[in-house]
């Protein structure tokens, strides 16, 4: 499944070094390809930054539960991606959310993001968003999760405006980062 546009492709491992670079702002969760901030929680607070622990994580993925992302492209260049799997298959991060966890019986999507501001507000999130579910829904998972940010629309999660224009709702809301859910 790609997107529409053709701007929208799966997140595959050969391709994995083209993930948009995070801004200095997101300096300590490293590159996308080496953020393993929801993955491995505990190399993460030690500060590795290593791409082959995310590759190892995501390989597991491809092999357990399938295509586990999509990234967009505009101009030739990676500018976003969306990443998710089942909560079961990533490290024990969601006890340092107050909204959380999120449900086993749903899919949960880690990161939503566009790296430039620039690029914001053209789509590409709403595109990277639409592939992610239909993608889901094709596969047979008619539930899906994630912790976008209320504050601001500058974090690797997403905003929360984004999730909720796409039939997302607020399931719990006890800090700056609500358990949002679409069934």
Known sequence: ME???????????ERFADLPKLPRSFKSLGTCNECIYWECPREFERGERNPALKVRWMS??????GNCGFRAKVANRVV???????PRLYGQRFEDYPSGPPSEDAVF??????RDKAQRGQGIGSELLRTGVSDLEARGYDKI???PRISSDNNPSGPVSL????GFRIVRQKDDF???RLE
Not at 60 to 65: A, I, P, S, W
């Open 178 to 180: 609500p358990l949002v």
């Open 163 to 166: 999730y909720l224009k796409h």
């Open 80 to 86: 976003g991606s969306i990443q998710y799997a089942p």
């Open 109 to 114: 999507i880690s990161c939503l993001y566009i």
């Open 145 to 147: 999760e994630a912790f």
């Open 3 to 13: 997107g529409t546009s053709g701007r929208v492709m799966v997140l595959r491992l």
């Open 60 to 65: 597991g993925v491809l092999r357990e539960f």
